[in-house]
Each structure stands twice: as structure tokens, then as C-alpha cells.
């Protein structure tokens, strides 16, 4: 494994959280461990590369500890914000050691926690793996104490690890489940789960046919929670002592099972903080890539879900990580990874572009997504496809397009890319543009709204008609609804009235945008 860096580390858990006060010898300085200081304990051994957490240090002391650090080869240490002074920088500057600071309101045991982690584990999943492998490692020493070929499952009767020791004997309900890592659903296999987890101990089950032999087996808790279970396939020939091996390889295995599930944890809050800074555009993009299983310079695109409809703000949130939960889950059955994020009650997820013919695969994809959340929510999901971009440095812009997608969507449109809605998106943006600058919302729409408003006429509608059918009469009549000389009476009345030049091509076009953008009418609404 390559040694983690100081780069890595920033990008994985920068801001808010940590800031780089100074790096003497740059970021590709490597990070191999995270040591606590204790005033009242000697000052830590540690191997090249450490990183020193200046736990309860006073600030008179961070000289001091920056000599020592350095001089003991670490790689640097980390502050609270509050110790973070200049004296402070200058010492780490000459003793050549980096000084990272930490957010003050940050415990230093969760510091700890998310240095250690993201060191060991690098990207996150090798420290899931490791510990899988370790449960082959454990199933094998099971099986050798308890005289049978034994099967380590989790909780959803998934298969995770299982023994090779030679000579031992095996049916074929063991090496179905062992091909398709997954025990075969039956009713008489549901009873025997309901009995064993009932069970505080172990268990001894039945053949479930003629050709299966018997199983003893024990469930796997960690602080009365199932975790999975241990099964040891019993052909008479197992140990007296079954039971009690059977039991203590249980309780190591809820060990590493936590562990690979901390692992898992981390790296998905790792990911989750790494692609809200992408989509902010605070990330450095190259090193994003590399975090995220990206091709350096490998075009992307964003999609977003929303929840359509008013819910509580609990019940909201539960909904909104249940959609999360899902995305994830379709996202790693296409792509066999997900980057997928919850942010301001939308969730974002992050497609790889290369190769995808016109996003097609892509918009089938977010369609079954929404169909399967909408489903399971019982409530609507709608999502905008924003615009492939060339690299990760510009999805930010592929951000921008999705959430205007999902603001433009019609009442029957519950899926759309930005290009198939881009003239409303540019009307939307116009809208924004002109709202904010007092030259561009004067003029003559606003005397038409207001003549309407205190003579109760229609005129507005009537000219926003007329000019999205191209100044045909008969088409804005249709329109309307109403006969075509009364479309015609009603024009003439608006440039009698209020002195609207129609005749002038510069006056419709200025009129036709600020009524569709500024006075928000469309008349395919009315």
C-alpha cells in the first residue's frame, strides 16, 4: 500500500473540520500513523510520519512539542483553531514539521478516530475487505475446533466467509449457498432462523431434507443486536467441546463484523464530505478522482432527486435518507460503487459518462430509480439530469444544471435531462438575471399587468398568447379560446390604451420576455 499523504488527508477530511496552518515540507509529506500527547505520560514513540494530537497542550507548550516532534520524526501535529496562533506556525515553520488545525468544538477521541481510520484504511473499503478476509481466517479456525466445515453469515443470510479445511464433510445446501454466497429462502429455512435467534446459545437443527446433514449453529450479537450467524455442518464427527468453540469463534466474529462495519461507516462519511465539497466546488478535483474511483480527466454528469410534496420535517428526513439509501443501492448495481449524497434535502449522485450514447442509459437508470423510490416512499420522486461535463473540476456546473431541471419540471414530468427542458431552464435563469437588475424590469409589461389588474381585462394573456404564436391571430384566438376578431379588438385596445408600439419587432421581443419571465406567464398555462 502506497503511504497516505498529507494532500490525501486534507481532501479526504478537510474543512470544516481540519485547515493546513503550514506544511514545511509540502503536502506529499506521508501520514503513517496518529498519536495522542499526554502531558502526564512520556512523550509517544512513534514511527516516521506521525501525526501528533496536541491533546490539553497549553499554548506556551506548542513550541516545545513542535521540537520534540520533530525531532522524534513525525510528520506533524494537530491544534485546536484557538492554538492555531502565529508564534504557533512560526515554531512548527522551524522546527519543519506541518501544524494542521482542528475545528474547536471537535472531541479529540472523534479526531482520533477519523485520522486513524482514514490512515488505515486508506480509501476506505480496503479496511472492510481486510476484515472479510480476516473471517475466512476465523471461519477455518472454527471449523478446525469444532470438527466441522463451517459458514459465517450476516444478518440478511448472506454468506461471507466459509471454511476449506480438507476432509471435512459438505452437502449440497452448503455449496449452493457457498456459489451464490447466499442461504436459499424457504419456509423451513425462516423457522430455523426464527429458532436459532431466538436461541441465547447454540443450537442444533435438523436436516431440512434427506440429503442435508444436520447444522449447529449460533447467532452473532454485538450488545443484544444480531449481527449474523455461525453454522458448522455436524456429520458426527464433532468435537465435545462444539458448543463452547462454536460460541467463542461467534463472539470474534461480531468483532470484526463491527469492524467492517465502522470501516464501511467511515468511508461512506469520507465519500459523502468529499462529494459535497466536489459539488460546491471547493475539491481539488485530481484528488477527488482518485478518492472516488474516477479516471483523472474522465467526463461526468450529476443527477438529482427530490421529494415532491410537503412532509414534517422528521418525517422528511427519514424519507429523504431512504431515497439516499436507495439511490445508492440502484447506482452500485449499475456501477458497481455509488457516489451518492445527501445535500439540503436533495439527494446528488455522481455518473460516470464515458461511453454513454445520447445519456439514454443514464436517464433509464434515474427512471428506475424514481419509479423504485417513488414506490417504496409512497410518495413522488422527481430528478433533473444536469449536462455531461468534460472532468470533475466542472461538475459543479452539471450541479447547477440538475437543480434547474427540477425546478422547471412540468406537473406531469417527473424525469428530465437539461437538454430536453433547456429553453424553460434559459427563462428561468433570465428571470433571475432580470429580477435583479431595475433596467431590465421597466417597461411596458408591468402597466400591462397593473391595467389588467384595476379594469379587469385580459390583455396580458392575450399578448403572451399572440406572441408565442408568432403574431397569428388564429392561433392566439385557438389559444384563448375566443373568437379571432376579439383577439384583434384586443390588441388594438392595448395599443390605444397604453401606447404599446406592436408593430416594432425590438418592443414585441422585450414585451414577450419580461411577460414569460418577469410577470411568470406562459400561454400554454391558460
Known amino acids: 500500500m502506497n503511504a497516505y499523504t498529507l494532500a490525501e488527508l486534507l481532501d479526504t477530511l478537510g474543512e470544516p473540520m481540519f485547515r493546513m496552518l503550514t506544511a514545511p515540507d509540502g503536502l506529499a509529506a506521508p501520514v503513517s500513523e496518529v498519536l495522542l500527547y499526554d502531558a502526564a505520560a512520556p512523550f509517544p514513540r512513534s514511527s516516521p510520519g506521525a501525526l501528533l494530537l496536541a491533546v490539553g497542550a497549553r499554548a506556551g507548550e506548542v513550541g516545545s512539542l513542535a521540537r520534540d516532534a520533530a525531532a522524534a520524526g513525525m510528520a506533524g501535529m494537530v491544534v485546536r483553531d484557538k492554538d492555531g496562533q502565529p508564534d504557533t506556525v512560526e515554531a512548527a515553520k522551524a522546527h519543519g514539521i506541518a501544524l494542521l488545525a482542528v475545528d474547536g468544538q471537535a472531541a479529540w477521541h472523534h479526531v482520533h478516530l477519523l485520522l486513524a481510520s482514514a490512515i488505515g484504511s486508506r480509501s476506505g473499503p480496503e479496511g472492510s475487505e481486510a476484515a472479510f478476509g480476516d473471517l475466512f481466517a476465523l471461519a477455518n479456525a472454527i471449523a478446525a475446533a469444532v470438527g466441522g466445515a463451517t459458514v459465517v453469515e450476516d444478518a440478511r443470510q448472506r454468506i461471507l466467509a466459509y471454511s476449506t479445511v480438507p476432509g471435512q464433510a459438505v ?272 417597461g411596458a409589461w408591468q402597466e400591462v399587468l397593473d391595467y389588467d389588474g384595476e379594469q379587469c381585462t385580459d390583455y396580458a394573456r392575450t399578448l403572451v398568447c399572440w406572441l408565442d404564436a408568432g403574431c397569428d391571430v388564429a392561433r392566439a384566438a385557438k389559444a384563448l379560446a375566443v373568437h379571432p376578431n376579439t383577439c384583434r379588438y384586443r390588441l388594438r385596445q392595448v395599443q390605444q390604451h397604453l401606447g404599446i408600439d406592436l408593430d416594432d419587432p425590438d418592443e414585441r421581443l422585450v414585451l414577450w420576455l419580461q411577460l414569460r419571465t418577469l410577470g411568470g406567464l406562459r400561454g400554454t398555462d391558460w
Open 171 to 442: 452437502d449440497e445446501a452448503r455449496r449452493q449457498g457457498i456459489l451464490g454466497r447466499q442461504v436459499p429462502s424457504s419456509p423451513e429455512n425462516t423457522e430455523q432462523y426464527r429458532v436459532l435467534f431466538a436461541a441465547l446459545g447454540p443450537v442444533r437443527l435438523p436436516p431440512l431434507d434427506g440429503d442435508e446433514l444436520p447444522r449447529l449453529a449460533v447467532a452473532i450479537r454485538a450488545g443484544g443486536e444480531p449481527l449474523g450467524s455461525v453454522w458448522a455442518v455436524d456429520d458426527g464427527h464433532l468435537s465435545p467441546y462444539a458448543e463452547e468453540a462454536l460460541t467463542r469463534g461467534a463472539s470474534t466474529a461480531a468483532l470484526l463484523l463491527l469492524r467492517a462495519r465502522a470501516s464501511a461507516e467511515l468511508s461512506r462519511h469520507v465519500t459523502g464530505d468529499l462529494l459535497r465539497r466536489l459539488l460546491d466546488g471547493t475539491a481539488d478535483p485530481d484528488g477527488a478522482a482518485h478518492r472516488l474511483g474516477f479516471a483523472v480527466g474522465s467526463p461526468v454528469r450529476v443527477a438529482a432527486f427530490a421529494l415532491d410534496g410537503a412532509v414534517s420535517a422528521p418525517d422528511g428526513e427519514q424519507r429523504a435518507l431512504r431515497l439516499l439509501d436507495l439511490t445508492r443501492l440502484q447506482c452500485e448495481a449499475r456501477y458497481a460503487w455509488h457516489a451518492c449524497v445527501l445535500m439540503d434535502g436533495r439527494v446528488y449522485a455522481l455518473l460516470p459518462a464515458a461511453g454513454e450514447r445520447g445519456g439514454e442509459q443514464h436517464k433509464g437508470l434515474i427512471q428506475d430509480i424514481v419509479r423504485r423510490a417513488s414506490q417504496a416512499l409512497r410518495m413522488s420522486v422527481r430528478a433533473g439530469l444536469g449536462a455531461v461535463v468534460a472532468d470533475l473540476a466542472a461538475v459543479r456546473a452539471s450541479r447547477d444544471d440538475a437543480d434547474l431541471v427540477l425546478q422547471v419540471l412540468g406537473p406531469d414530468e417527473d424525469v428530465a435531462a437539461v437538454n430536453e427542458v433547456r429553453a424553460r431552464v434559459v427563462l428561468l435563469q433570465l428571470r433571475e438575471l432580470m429580477g435583479r437588475q431595475r433596467e431590465l424590469r421597466v
